[in-house]
């Protein structure tokens, strides 16, 4: 397979898709890691997960420049997904000292109980070519906190990071602990299918859904996308259209919470087109942000803009060769466009129109997806009641994509289920066990 650079569509490399027998060993090595790791203190695992974190910080040259070859991103964007790479690994070295507080009691008469949490065992990985390395870390790092194994393959697209990454982990976690396994889809498949103990995905519904028919009766953590709605009142402060576009804008779009469908009461509807439009014109494709990564990619984004019966569509300044897509804004569309239904991840925003803030309210949760959300207002009772009642796993207010390894995220609906970050995210790589004695 050839891997090529987003940025010119020049081949950058090639690579040969891991198959079963390398599928097969990568899994046994894991199997063969699981138990010396296991058994280390949490002070240990800790130790050695800073030292994994210190290794990705000294090289981070050297992983800017992968990333950057399989993304296209500035080089501004990557340097700081990476130092959240190691931030994340420092904070699951630090939780995997804390764990989750056993209950432990007399519950029956002359008994006393307590549970232990343990963990699944190896985990099979499969993260997207959006955030190559910054995903493989929201997943592997508390999976290895918690104790267990794990075998990541990152997108067709994407390899380079990732594998340098599990050659590090290699030198400081020991062998078999992290291992990457480059590949294509069918890559994938072989290892849901192949004798991983929990498969953590982040990618498509649709790729999701079959990895969960697959899956049979192991545990699976699925992140399947957004189409975020944003509800933007008439008293929204004056920092909304700059903040969106931003966020709207940052790695290109391709983000599975980033803002997508705004969504206006009548009386301001023309105030955000206008001044979203002028904030997507700061925003330039080939200055402020990347291209699109693929493709496959720029044939979806290309499809569900023409496709849309928008009868106002603003296209932003910028690059539009390649894989390059300019900032889009698209206005007065049917409440079913494929534009609002879809997620184009891509640099897109559609703005729609209610009647009332229930109205609102009833079209940001009209579709399948529930990742994320956000409420722009000045009016802080309307925004908590609407924060509470939006269909999503995160929202914001009067802010969008501002995320911490201390708070959790997780998808409902179409856009899946299980938790990210956070201390909650290690009781996704570990089960229960009940103990009780005879007293």
């Known amino acids: 397979m050839d891997l090529i650079d987003p940025r010119t569509g020049a081949v950058r490399g090639a690579l040969e898709p891991a198959r079963a027998e390398r599928v097969a060993e990568a899994v046994a090595a894991a199997r063969l890691a699981t138990e010396p790791w296991r058994a280390l203190t949490p002070r240990e695992r800790e130790r050695r997960l800073d030292a ?3 290794l990705v910080e000294r090289h981070l040259a050297e992983y800017t420049a ?4 399989g993304t296209g991103k500035p080089a501004d964007e990557v340097t700081g997904e990476l130092r959240n790479v190691a931030d994340l690994f420092r904070f699951y070295a630090g939780a995997a000292r804390t764990g989750t507080a056993p209950a432990a009691g007399r519950y029956l008469p002359g008994h006393e109980s307590w549970v232990r949490w343990e963990p699944i065992g190896v985990v099979g990985a499969v993260v997207p070519w959006n955030y190559p390395l910054l995903m493989a870390a929201w997943r592997c790092a508390p999976a290895l906190a918690a104790g267990n194994t794990v075998v990541v393959k990152p997108a067709e697209t994407t390899p380079d990071s990732v594998a340098l990454l599990a050659e590090h982990a290699a030198q400081v976690l020991g062998d078999g602990v992290l291992t990457a396994l480059p590949g294509d889809r069918e890559t994938g498949r072989l290892l849901v299918a192949s004798g991983v103990d929990m498969i953590a995905f982040t990618g498509s519904a ?13 545990r699976v953590s699925l992140e399947l996308g957004g189409n975020s709605p944003v509800l933007v009142l008439p008293d929204a402060p004056a920092h909304t259209w700059a903040a969106l576009a931003e966020a709207c804008t940052y790695n290109a779009g391709q983000s599975c919470a980033a803002p997508a469908r705004v969504i206006t009461l009548e009386e301001n509807h023309e105030q955000v087109v206008t001044a979203l439009a002028a904030a997507l014109a700061e925003r330039r494709a080939g200055r402020d942000f990347g291209p699109l990564n693929n493709p496959d990619q720029a044939a979806r984004y290309d499809r569900v803009l023409g496709a849309s019966a928008a009868e106002r569509s603003i ?8 894989l390059w897509r300019p ?9 079913d466009d494929p534009a609002v239904l879809e997620e184009a991840f891509g640099p897109l925003l559609t703005v729609q129109r ?8 009833a079209l940001a949760n009209g579709v399948p997806q529930a990742l994320a959300a956000s409420v722009w207002t000045a009016d802080l009772t309307a925004a908590l009641d609407l924060t509470a009642r939006l269909h999503a796993g995160e929202t914001w207010l009067n802010c969008h994509l501002v995320q911490s390894a201390e708070l959790p995220h997780s998808g409902r609906g179409a856009s899946g289920h299980g938790t990210d970050l956070s201390v909650l995210a290690l009781q996704e ?6 103990v009780t004695v005879r007293l």
Not at 66 to 69: D, G, M, T, V, Y
Not at 208 to 214: E, L, N, S, V
Not at 315 to 322: C, F, L, M, S
Not at 354 to 361: I, P, Q, V
Request: overall charge negative; aromatic content about 2%.
């Open 52 to 54: 994994l974190a210190d």
């Open 66 to 69: 992968l990333e950057q070859a």
């Open 206 to 218: 649709a790729a999701g859904a079959d990895i969960a028919a697959r899956a049979g009766h192991r």
């Open 315 to 322: 296209t932003a300044p910028g690059r539009t060769d390649g």
């Open 327 to 335: 900032a889009t804004l698209l206005a007065d569309l049917p409440d």
């Open 354 to 361: 209610a009647a009332t803030a229930e109205d609102a309210l």
């Open 429 to 434: 790589y570990q089960r229960p066990k009940t």
